[in-house]
């Protein structure tokens, strides 16, 4: 069987429509418009088989009925959530999707936080993590709590550092900018926005990232540096007992930056 590659196609400003081929049938991850990867399947000859949802944000699955009805027989996988209504396969944490045409299997970690339905998927390609992780950030708490999204990054960390993450948004430099004011020492980050930046100005995406690069350099991953916790208490105005609240304090902190 062909080698799987894994592709982005790009959707609206700044969204990321991953897709993993093998060259003659692909799965895409989160498409919330239907026409680039109808294009990008038409041009490269690809069969769509399988969809992958991982929240109910519009900008993650508005192309979903467009693409059912442009190829027969594709599979939904998404979260137990009924107001997604083209999903196919309801899918929780500790399930395993299987995709026999790419010979790729994931399994399904539940992510709360920026919605209360996400889902993300992990295998040996990588992490398909929605907008739970971003490169230097993480999702904003649209309909979760702090504790919540503390506790889904929790099991992101916890994945080998080689995992290859693939974030649905190029929020990467804004992102940085963040991560500077929360920690201007850390060097690892200094080093990554050069070549971050180098990146963008050659219109290529700063994507995928891996977990060992994101606790080098992303601030919500970093509750218990000594300069992330300082920041976090100079904007909080009062002392951070635990790694946990200092993640509360940041995600505020950058709602506001």
Not at 56 to 68: A, F
């Amino acid at each position: 069987m062909p080698s799987l590659k894994i592709r982005p196609i790009k959707a609206f400003e700044d969204n990321y429509i991953w897709c993993l081929t093998n060259g003659e049938t692909c799965t895409v991850v989160d498409p919330g418009d239907a026409k680039p990867v109808i294009k990008f399947c038409t041009r490269n000859n690809l069969t769509l088989t399988d969809i992958l949802i991982t929240h109910h944000h519009s900008d993650h699955t508005g192309g979903v009925n467009d693409l059912l009805q442009a190829f027969e027989n594709v599979t939904v996988y998404g979260p137990q959530n009924p107001q997604i209504q083209s999903i196919t396969q309801r899918i929780q944490a500790g399930d395993n999707v299987q995709l026999p045409s790419l010979d790729v299997e994931f399994k399904v970690l539940e992510v709360p936080g920026h919605t209360l339905d996400h889902i993300a998927y992990v295998g040996s390609c990588g992490l398909f993590c929605g907008d739970t992780l971003f490169s230097a950030g993480c999702g904003r708490l649209f309909e979760g709590t702090p504790e919540q999204m503390y506790q889904s990054l929790g099991q992101l960390t916890a994945l080998a550092d080689d995992t290859k993450v693939y974030c649905t948004h190029e929020y990467t430099l804004a992102n940085i900018k963040f991560a500077q004011a929360a920690e201007p020492n850390n060097e690892e980050l200094l080093n990554y926005k050069g070549w971050a930046e180098s990146q963008r100005v050659d219109l290529k995406p700063t994507l995928p990232s891996t977990i060992g690069q994101q606790k080098a350099i992303n601030p919500f991953l970093r509750a218990s540096s000594k300069e992330v916790i300082q920041h976090a208490e100079q904007y909080a105005g009062r002392t951070l007992a635990t790694p946990e609240s200092v993640f509360t304090a940041l995600r505020a902190w950058k709602d506001n930056f």
